[in-house]
């Protein structure tokens, strides 16, 4: 087999294949051979004309684009393999018909996106700035009241009516002009009274109700309400209440914190949840700069990302994106409908996240070649032992679940790892102030 290859940019080559005429002799036989069954001559059953019959009949090169679809494919993924060619796309094949022949040898091009070339920019001492997360006494008070709100426990209200805050259980039937509408009548439903998962209007007018009291609410659908025909419709829900109930909530003391943790004293409570809120901005902002270098050094180099991988990416991006929509039970087909998208619509949208992703991995994999970059056991033990904790796995039970594709891929993972240690080593960090809220001046 003889072929040339030739670069035409960082990112597609030309390979220009040379086809004996023996070779092609024999494909154009094999042509014949498959599609004389399709050909009609007068005279002959179908499959019985001889070929040269066919061919004086309809032309010599009846059988010719055939054969050579039938004598390029091997060809072609031989030469491509002998290469090391990363071809990302199908090739565009061009033969100049004119000078295809049965006694001569001629050529078959075949011009195929590969992947691309990166042309690194400066990955190292880069100078970034972040937004820093930082750990208030509210947010340390806000994840207590996490755990108080675990701990809380509810309470049957038997001597006074409904009050804001409370948890009702109630029955409910809507109209509009006094037609029942779909999804306006349930049963035993729960609702917390200022939580304002009912329209405007219906649980304020439930405040002063008292069990087995039953009463008719008139409220209004909001004009942007998701149900057009119902948007900015008058409706009447006549309502039943079943019970009341309130949440209890324990006090903040050290009979609470040796209830929610392993201490003793809300004080050593308070503080082991200080130094965990502390440990987490601290990772966040950890990664905050990783994010920060890798994207600047993204911006740095120059890559020309084929289109057809692009396409690849968007599509990986929407099977992740319907995978957990599935876990909602949420199908695409509804997503597309209820947003007002076509297929090709999302597939726009996320085309240029989908150049960012791989322009980032791209520059990864360049720099990772560049500075020769190697892992150790230990850093992929590092790795797994990472993922499980990620994942709320046992360690060892992880382990023994790894598939070797798995096992590779978190081999990977400590490259890429690595590689950007590498990166941030030197980087210049400065912080972000974070800009005061804006408060009314008082009156």
């Avoid at 006090?251 to 949840?273: G, K, M, N, P, Q």
């Avoid at 180099?301 to 949420?330: F, H, K, N, S, W």
Wanted: charge should be negative.
């Amino acid at each position: 087999m003889s072929y040339t290859v030739e670069k035409l940019s960082g990112n597609k080559v030309k390979l220009t294949f040379t086809v004996p005429a023996d070779e092609f002799a024999a494909a154009t036989q094999k042509a014949y051979l498959k599609l004389r069954g399709r050909v009609n001559v007068p005279g002959f059953r179908k499959g019985k004309a001889p070929r040269s019959l066919i061919e004086r009949m309809y032309g010599a090169d009846i059988f010719y684009e055939e054969a050579v679809n039938a004598w390029l494919p091997d060809k072609y993924d031989e030469a491509i393999e002998k290469e090391d060619i990363k071809a990302v796309d199908q090739p565009s094949v061009d033969v100049d018909w004119d000078a295809v022949g049965p006694d001569r040898d001629f050529t078959v091009t075949c011009e195929v996106y590969v992947y691309p070339e990166v042309t690194l920019g400066q990955y190292k001492g880069l100078e970034v700035e972040i937004e820093p997360e930082t750990v208030s006494e509210a947010d340390i008070d806000a994840r207590i009241e996490q755990d108080r709100a675990k701990a809380s426990s509810t309470q049957e209200v038997l001597d006074r009516p409904v009050a804001e805050g409370d948890t009702v259980n109630l029955d409910y039937a809507g109209t509009v002009d006094g037609v029942a509408f779909e999804g306006g009548t349930a049963e035993g439903q729960t609702l917390t009274i200022g939580s304002h998962q009912f329209i405007p209007g219906f649980e304020e007018q439930m405040v002063g109700m008292c069990v087995a009291e039953e009463k008719d609410l008139h409220v209004t659908f909001p004009a942007e309400y998701h149900a057009a025909e119902l948007a900015g419709k008058e409706a009447v829900f006549h309502v039943k209440v079943n019970r009341i109930s309130v949440t209890v909530m324990p006090e903040l003391d050290d009979e609470f914190a040796a209830d929610v943790s392993d201490f003793a004293t809300f004080a050593e409570y308070r503080e082991s949840i200080a130094e965990e809120l502390r440990k987490k901005a601290e990772e966040n902002n950890k990664t905050l700069v990783e994010n920060a270098v890798v994207e600047k050094a993204a911006e740095n180099a120059t890559v020309d990302i084929p289109e057809a991988m692009v396409d690849r990416e968007v599509q990986d991006i929407i099977r992740d994106m319907q995978l957990r929509m599935a876990y909602q039970g949420i199908k695409l087909e509804d997503y597309l409908k209820w947003t007002g998208q076509t297929a090709d619509d999302l597939a726009n949208q996320y085309k240029g996240e989908a150049r960012r992703r791989l322009k980032i991995r791209l520059v990864l994999e360049a720099i990772e070649k560049a500075e020769a970059v190697e892992v150790t056991d230990e850093d992929v033990e590092a790795e797994t032992e990472a993922q499980a904790r990620r994942m709320g796995r046992d360690l060892e039970d992880f382990r023994k679940s790894l598939t070797d594709q798995q096992k590779d891929a978190l081999r990977q993972s400590a490259v890429v790892t690595r590689t950007v240690a590498l990166m941030t080593a030197d980087a210049k960090v400065t912080e972000k102030a974070k800009e005061a809220e804006e408060t009314e001046p008082e009156a």
